[in-house]
């Protein structure tokens, strides 16, 4: 997958009253200098770590709100970082990975990773993905202290056995919840809020990845067929999401 790797341009959205904390570790010193760089740019503060077991004591003396892994690291990887996290926490995790390994991800998100983004990268997809688990996780807090949603937030959206809730990042069919990353949530709201319409994998591809980021026709094709899979595990009869060969894809009407 060819993914620019740029400084965004600035385009901050309002942070919080208090400064958005990011643990980074990736044993890549050039990845660490830039990526830093550009999340101290969007307001973020961010701590570094080319080692794991490094990181995971500084996060035992100073929490954070968002961890960004690599997963192949010497010693301590990413997958083992994650382990030990989510026995003690439930912070947001993203994975950055130079392999495009399907094995890996749903090993991942079977330990807790909230998302995957595969070097390299655009920082500004990087950011954006940030965003949208940091919103998700004051959502989440809000509904556990009783808390109305805030002004302005999105609905829930309903459609026949389907229930995705952006708000919460919550998604579920028949009653049973499926858990997606942050890209194959996004993927899925754009197909369900019109069901029968066709999305192409351009318009599809502008949606999860920004206009000024190339990807390929296969990676739309690879988060539709995991997203398949994915409702398939909770319901075997799924069939909702249907492909159009040579225009794209669609949520079908009941």
């Known amino acids: 997958m060819a ?3 740029s400084v965004p341009h600035s385009r901050t959205m309002p942070m919080p009253t208090s400064q958005r904390s990011i643990v980074l570790v990736d044993d890549d010193r050039n990845i660490l200098a830039s990526v830093s760089l550009a999340l101290e740019a969007e307001g973020f503060k961010v701590r570094s770590f080319t080692d794991g077991a490094e990181a995971l004591r500084a996060l035992a003396a100073e929490p954070a709100d968002l961890a960004i892994l690599d997963i192949k690291m010497p010693r301590m990887d990413g997958m083992q970082v994650l382990e030990r ?4 926490s439930a912070m947001p995790v993203i994975f950055l990975t130079s392999k495009d390994d399907e094995v890996d991800e749903v090993m991942g998100l079977r330990l807790g990773a909230d998302d ?5 990268f655009s920082q500004r997809l990087l950011i954006e993905r940030i965003r949208a688990l940091l919103r998700r996780q004051e959502a989440n807090r809000a509904a556990a202290a009783g808390q109305s949603p805030a002004v302005g937030t999105e609905p829930a959206l309903v459609r026949g056995d389907l ?7 919550l998604c579920t069919w028949k009653g049973l919840p499926v858990v997606l990353t942050v890209t194959e949530f996004m993927l899925l709201k754009a ?3 019109r069901p029968g319409l066709v999305k192409s994998r351009d318009q599809l591809m502008d949606l999860a990845y920004g206009e000024s980021i190339y990807v390929d026709d296969r990676t739309i094709d690879s988060h539709v067929k995991r997203l398949r899979k994915k409702f398939k595990a909770v319901d075997p009869e799924f ?12 949520f079908k009407e009941k």
């Open 163 to 169: 229930s995705v809730d952006p708000e919460r990042h």
């Open 191 to 193: 197909l369900a809020q």
């Open 3 to 5: 993914l620019s790797v």
């Open 116 to 120: 995957y983004i595969t070097k390299p």
């Open 239 to 250: 069939s909702q999401i249907e492909t159009l060969y040579g225009l794209g894809y669609r």
């Open 85 to 88: 996290l989510r026995a003690s």
